[in-house]
C-alpha cells in the first residue's frame, strides 16, 4: 500500500493477479520466447494504473482489468497491434 493515500495503486487496483495471469496466458499461447514479462517499480501512472509498457516501442498501456490484459497480449503482443483504446496518451 502507498505511503500517500491520495494516490491509487496499482496493487489494490489487482496488479499482482493480473501480471501473473498474464504470464500464464503467455506460456499457454507459446509465446515465452517472443515476450516476457515482468514486475517494476511504481511507473508513474497513478491516475491510468494498473499499467503496462510494452517495449521495444515504448507503448503504454492501462489495463484495469484481466480481460484487457489478454486483449494486449492477443492482439499487440502475439501480432504487433496496438490496441488503442487502452493507450495511455500523456
Known amino acids: 500500500m502507498r505511503d500517500d493515500e491520495t494516490k491509487p495503486s496499482c496493487a489494490q487496483r489487482g496488479s499482482m493477479d493480473i501480471g501473473q495471469k498474464l504470464k500464464q496466458a503467455m506460456r499457454d499461447r507459446g509465446l515465452r520466447e517472443e515476450v516476457a514479462v515482468t514486475k517494476s517499480g511504481c511507473l508513474g501512472q497513478c491516475k491510468s494504473g494498473p ?22 497480449l492477443d492482439k499487440h503482443l502475439a501480432n504487433g497491434e496496438i490496441v488503442e483504446r487502452l493507450l495511455i496518451r500523456d
Do not use: K, N, Q, R
Not at 62 to 69: E, F, G, H, K, M
Open 51 to 72: 499499467a503496462m509498457l510494452v517495449y521495444p516501442e515504448g507503448i503504454w498501456y492501462s489495463v484495469p482489468t484481466l480481460d484487457d490484459a489478454m486483449e494486449i
